[in-house]
């Protein structure tokens, strides 16, 4: 035993590290095809067993993918880029058209969605300044690109605000939810977004689709009104593969 | 074997979700003591090594903390509030303040610092707009609160512009490399922040003192002079347990 540094980290690790190094390094490119675990073994000198752990902590980061019968793949999944400013300008919503659109050209889809009315969780309410037993409009979405879940939104509005809208509708028609708010005389002025990272729930990575190893973002956006009343609070939780989140703002 | 998603996740972390479920709902608050291995145990009915891997993993994620001899506690840090938009506002390092004092009352201090001549790496060298041959001054520096390391920051600038001014010592004066620069008529006037999420490598964890299963944002920060031309590049690295980011922003 060496003892130091190196033999406190596993053997596993310290190849995927040294594959990591080789993909940021451009040794390999996305798209490419990894060495197999019937390669790394003997390159190593580890177990077949060893060097497939190495591959899957790849495939576990969303830095590689696995396809069945043919290889690891280093990833070649281009990640979202949103501009957090630019796409909550009125002049996007105001327009009619939808957030998303802010960010690129490759469109999000919403392939599930529930509006419910529920008595929301505490600190949602605190946030909303909801009094005892007054509910909220919940709206659970999850958005996907070319069909791979990259994220899950459930926005919490107060119900009696929004009530007879199409906000408590599935289909908000054109602008979404902040047209409509605004149609109500409530339209956002001021938005705050607070970002942590974290791993993500058994039922996070469940519902995304990915491993329970890998982090997400989680997202908490709060919208203001003119009179400086919270009008919706947003909680999001984003696949940390799929997104780079930009803010670009003057000094 | 019952099959379905239940079994599919291992006993420990299915204890460790309904214990953090628990911290969710306020069961156990910041520095209460969580029950020990031998009590989780028999409550589960699984052996003491599985109870233990349910703590280390609440510990791992930051979310509890081992005291030797003591137990295992809720985490009592309170993370840092870190304001994107307005610690960056001119009048902040224009009076001469470090951007640092404008998150919160709590002040972080470098406890590690190395500034050096470099060639950079090739996606920097491309951002700064260096020429083959060119180099950085590279500011490399540990953020602690409380003597917890929270963050690394590896800032990069162009050598021929700051060269000969204080931005190339260890100690930048009042208002830090933001003044200077404005002293040498290449002030800031534009941020774009960039941040994505992922698993520390084993050298960030190592730095930072943490697991290395518990993420890290990594933000990397790039400032506009005047003329649009690229005057630094900050590459950080944050202790997700340690930080909340919050942008605030109009309509």
Chains 1, 2 share one sequence.
Not at 153 to 170: D, K, N, R
Not at 222 to 230: G, S, W
Request: charged content about 25%.
């Amino acid at each position: 035993m060496a003892g130091g540094k190196g033999s406190e980290r596993p053997r596993y690790l310290q190849i995927a590290d040294e594959l990591k190094a080789a993909i940021e390094r451009g040794d390999y490119r996305p798209g490419d095809r990894l060495p197999g675990e019937n390669a790394l073994a003997p390159q190593y000198g580890v177990a077949v067993m060893t060097a497939r752990r190495a591959l899957r902590a790849l495939t576990n980061e969303g830095l590689a993918e696995s396809r069945k019968g043919a290889g690891v793949f280093v990833q070649a999944f281009r990640p979202i880029r949103r501009r957090g400013i630019q796409r909550l300008a009125r002049d996007q919503w105001g327009a009619g058209k939808s957030i998303w659109s802010a960010d690129e050209d490759r469109p999000l889809t919403v392939d599930q969605v529930s509006v419910q009315e529920v008595v929301p969780p505490t600190h949602i309410a605190e946030m909303l300044d909801l009094g005892a037993g007054e509910t909220a409009c919940a709206r659970s979405r999850r958005f996907v690109l070319d069909g791979r879940p990259v994220m899950l939104a459930t926005s919490y509005l107060p119900y009696a605000l929004v009530e007879g809208s199409a906000i408590t509708q599935a289909d908000t028609g054109p602008g979404g939810t902040y047209a409509r708010l605004a149609d109500l005389g409530h339209g956002p002025v001021r938005f705050r977004e607070e970002i942590r990272g974290r791993l993500p729930t058994a039922e996070e990575a469940a519902t995304l689709g990915m491993s329970p190893e890998r982090p997400v973002l989680k997202m908490c956006r709060t919208a203001f009104d003119a009179q400086q009343r919270v009008v919706e609070v947003n909680e999001m939780t984003l696949d940390s593969a799929s997104y780079v989140l930009d803010y670009e703002f003057d000094a």
